[in-house]
């Protein structure tokens, strides 16, 4: 069975600090990755997603995420957070021959950006 | 992109009771899908819910649990059924925009069974 580890439940960061959330999965096939936020009070909604090409992929708000496959890591990064960042942050995991995504979450990870 | 409501936002219950929760898309989708997500823990896909077919439920998750229906391209619900205290959690509906190639969720159902 698939499984997503985030190993970073809760990280505190001062603003325009970098910030690097980890997310390594386990499945060896075809895998389409994301990356959800949920900022306090509203849905979860996506910030990006891999499903093949370059393995650097740009999202919403100046995120990116990097795709290793070696690894089984698809890591966020943000060269310098906000304020409005502060949110709970979710990588997820399809394996690409479902047919449709039938999503494997991680645990999350909480950032608190303090202004 | 969709846009997804639910009903109840939120409902304390006491234990042995069911709650039906509804989740209404703006527009017509194939895939509709029900999470899980307890205190703490990540989201958990309880079942996949298709339209004209039963829905198709995840190891751990049973229909007698988690009766739910599909009438339409629109609408599903989901109910809680015999609720104990371990039912706490919030329940999401989502649905796949084939087009967007990513889910859409809803802001969720907290319930509390006391």
């Known amino acids: 069975a698939q499984s997503v580890s985030q190993h970073n439940h809760h990280v505190i960061l001062s603003e325009a600090a970098s910030l690097e959330l980890g997310c390594n999965y386990s499945?060896?096939?075809?895998?389409?990755l994301f990356w959800y936020v949920q900022y306090p009070g509203q849905h979860l909604q996506l910030l990006l997603k891999?499903?093949?090409?370059?393995?650097l992929v740009k999202g919403i708000k100046g995120f990116e995420a990097e795709f290793i496959k070696s690894k089984f890591s698809f890591n966020l990064r943000k060269p310098s957070v906000q304020w409005s960042d502060t949110a709970e942050y979710f990588c997820?995991?399809?394996?690409?021959?479902?047919?449709?995504?039938?999503?494997?979450f991680g645990t999350g990870t909480r950032l608190l950006v303090s202004p | 992109s969709a846009v997804i409501s639910q009903k109840p936002s939120r409902d304390i219950c006491q234990r042995g009771t069911s709650l039906t929760i509804q989740c209404q898309v703006d527009s017509q989708v194939t895939m509709m899908f029900w999470y899980r997500q307890q205190p703490g823990q990540s989201l958990t896909l309880i079942a996949t819910?298709?339209?004209?077919?039963?829905?198709?439920?995840e190891s751990g998750f049973v229909i007698d649990k988690f009766p739910i229906s599909r009438p339409n391209l629109t609408f599903s619900t989901l109910t809680v059924s015999n609720m104990s205290p371990e039912d706490s959690s919030i329940y999401l509906c989502s649905v796949e925009a084939a087009a967007y190639n990513e889910q859409f969720f809803g802001p969720g159902t907290r319930l509390t069974v006391l």
């Open positions: 819910a298709n339209q004209g077919s039963e829905a198709t439920y």
């Open positions: 499945y060896g096939g075809t895998v389409n």
């Open positions: 891999y499903f093949s090409g370059d393995p």
């Open positions: 997820a995991v399809n394996a690409g021959n479902t047919g449709f995504q039938k999503l494997v």
